[in-house]
């Protein structure tokens, strides 16, 4: 049974950075996309990034390229999302989610096989 567990949301101030990190369980990953989305208030859940397990190829929504990374430790099945220059309009639920085919569709929620429970961010001006 896949398993993914988030961490390391919390309470910043605009500008301040956070690291968010999702460990994952249950199988082996290779050929599979890994990715973060978020999820505000009354808003549809958006892709945020994505890495592809084996090559560590990444893609980014516009509005975090530049202030975000993600990245991951095949080893320890893990992946991180580093958040830079954080502002009031990124607070949302981060969820990561994995895409076990590696399909060309990653960036839909609906193509995603697993998802972790949330953890909140939430930036203050």
């Known amino acids: 049974q896949v398993q993914l567990v988030e961490s390391g949301g919390g309470l910043v101030q605009a500008g301040d950075s956070l690291r968010l990190t999702c460990a994952a369980s249950g199988r082996t990953f290779s050929g599979s996309v890994m990715g973060w989305f978020r999820q505000a208030p009354g808003k549809d859940r958006e892709f945020v990034a994505a890495?592809?397990?084996?090559?560590?190829?990444?893609d980014y929504v516009d509005s975090v390229k530049g202030r975000f990374t993600i990245s991951r430790d095949n080893v320890k099945n893990t992946m991180y999302l580093q958040m830079s220059r954080l502002k009031p309009e990124d607070t949302a639920v981060y969820y990561c989610a994995v895409d076990l085919n590696g399909s060309q569709y990653y960036r839909r929620p609906n193509n995603n096989d697993y998802w972790g429970q949330g953890t909140q961010v939430t930036v203050s001006s």
């Open positions: 890495i592809n397990w084996d090559h560590g190829y990444t």
